[in-house]
């Protein structure tokens, strides 16, 4: 049995040249008996900006209602946060 959740992640950088994503698209699977905290992805972006303005981080905005992930701010690691049940 399988199901997917679809995040949107945005990259939050407020100067000249916006922050571009290394993919555009990542996939990761997690199993049903994964444990909170278990890791699933490191999203990644970079902006051709320099110095403090070239400084990046990650928030989810969307896909995650009910609060089942997490991506760490400055690095874009994404991980479970809480188990549950993924069918629709």
């Known amino acids: 049995m399988t199901s997917e959740v ?3 992640i945005t990259v939050t950088d407020e100067n000249d ?5 290394e993919q555009t698209t990542y996939w990761s699977s997690v ?5 909170p905290g278990q890791y699933v992805t490191t999203v990644r972006a970079s902006s051709r900006d320099t110095g403090v303005n070239a400084q990046i ?8 209602d009910k609060d ?3 991506v760490e701010e400055e690095t874009g690691e994404t991980a479970l946060q809480q188990l549950g ?4």
């Open 6 to 8: 679809h995040l949107s």
């Open 17 to 21: 040249n916006p922050p571009e994503f």
């Open 31 to 35: 199993g049903e008996d994964a444990a």
């Open 57 to 64: 981080s990650y928030t989810i905005q969307a896909g995650n």
């Open 68 to 70: 089942r992930f997490t």
């Open 85 to 88: 049940n993924y069918v629709h």
